[in-house]
């Protein structure tokens, strides 16, 4: 019996994924640290009916090194992640690959000796490289040193939440909104939103919140190593749509937004009353459910009402029988807006010019 060692984290590496009956056995490639002398037989060969010939499962890990030679003794970093947020600590292994069993190590990192895992707070933003070496002794004399390095990063414990629009959001319509989470992939990130819908576009998040004069809180998370830990939260105020103003639309498509002086010809061509945002980011849409058409004869109103945005056949007589200067109102607009509430738009004061082409809005 010779004296081997005992090893604090143990993984086995072969030339080949598994052996084959008939074929000649391998030899294992053993990676050590914080290691104590305990007796082992001198020699072991893994025949293929033996336990140990079975493929052993490897943790995948980082393994912070150019290459690893099998066959040859390096020493290895091993983290769980090169990416920690402020606040947390940085760990990694520093093991040996193919350890001499007659041997002795100590490992030393930035000069200073460690045992076990190298650890370090991540207290300041930035990135971080380290160096340092796992020196190897026989008989208390150094036989030699072998170099290796390793680098973290360390991010704000925090991902950016922003409306694209403005730091509110509109109850019954897609709001964008951009979040930014350094250090992570769009992959690794996930959005969870209170009191509203999320709906994910191509590389851009809407939120169409439901209840107005509430709060939406946006929650972003990370995922890593199986695991999601919130990086962020955002509450934005959710408000009604705005009421658009009331609009003529023309049968060649031009429209007329405000008070103002109208053609008589191009007035007959109008062909409903719309409702227009504008807020024109804002992907709102109205629906006119109804209005008013109001006309003074020999100083006597006569009120016509419309159930829909269309300008009935009758509206269409009385302003075909207007003057010059006469003036007829559209009021009561009623419209239904993608949050489904219901706005009373302004009203409309049109003056009829004939003789005289119609200025487009």
């Known amino acids: 019996m010779s004296i081997w060692h005992k090893y604090a984290m143990i993984t086995l590496f072969a030339t080949s994924n598994a052996l084959?009956?008939?074929e000649e056995t391998y030899e294992t490639v053993t990676i050590a640290s914080d290691f104590e002398a305990v007796e082992r037989p001198s020699e072991y060969r893994a025949r293929p009916s033996d336990n140990m010939a079975r493929k052993a499962p490897i943790k995948r890990d980082y393994v912070e090194t150019s290459a690893i030679d099998p066959t040859q003794k390096q020493a290895v970093v091993i983290a769980k992640t090169t990416h920690i947020l402020r606040g947390e600590i940085y760990e990694a292994d520093i093991v040996m690959l193919n350890a001499d069993p007659r041997s002795q190590y100590e490992t030393y990192v930035n000069g200073n000796p460690i045992k076990g895992k190298y650890r370090v707070p991540g207290s300041s933003i930035g990135q971080y490289k380290y160096t340092g070496y796992i020196r190897e002794r026989q008989r208390g004399r150094t036989v030699r040193e072998y170099p290796f390095s390793g680098e973290y990063t360390v991010t704000e414990q925090t991902a950016t939440v922003s409306a694209d629009m403005m730091n509110i959001l509109y109850a019954g319509v897609r709001n964008p909104i951009s979040v930014s989470a350094p250090g992570y992939s769009s992959r690794d990130i996930e959005i969870d939103c209170s009191n509203s819908t999320l709906v994910k576009g191509n590389n851009l998040y809407y939120i169409i919140p439901r209840v107005p004069g509430a709060i939406c809180c946006v929650t972003v998370y990370a995922r890593e190593s199986g695991k999601s830990r919130i990086l962020s939260k955002k509450n934005f105020r959710i408000l009604p749509l705005p009421t658009p103003c009331g609009t003529i639309k023309f049968n060649d498509n031009s429209v007329l937004s405000t008070?103002?002086?109208?053609?008589?010809n191009k007035m007959l061509t109008a062909q409903e009353i719309s409702a227009m945002l504008e807020m024109d980011y804002l992907d709102a849409r109205y629906v006119v459910t109804g209005f008013k058409m109001k006309f003074y004869t020999k100083g006597i109103p006569v009120v016509l009402?419309?159930?829909?945005?269309e300008i009935t056949p009758?509206?269409?007589?009385?302003?075909?029988?207007?003057?010059?200067?006469?003036?007829?109102y559209i009021t009561d607009i009623m419209a239904k807006g993608s949050d489904g509430k219901t706005h009373k738009l302004a009203p409309i004061e049109v003056t009829i010019q004939e003789g005289e082409k119609i200025r487009r809005h």
């Open 259 to 264: 008070s103002g002086k109208v053609n008589k």
């Open 314 to 328: 009758e509206m269409k007589r009385n302003i075909s029988k207007l003057r010059d200067q006469e003036t007829f």
């Open 305 to 309: 009402q419309s159930n829909s945005g």
């Open 20 to 22: 084959c009956f008939g």
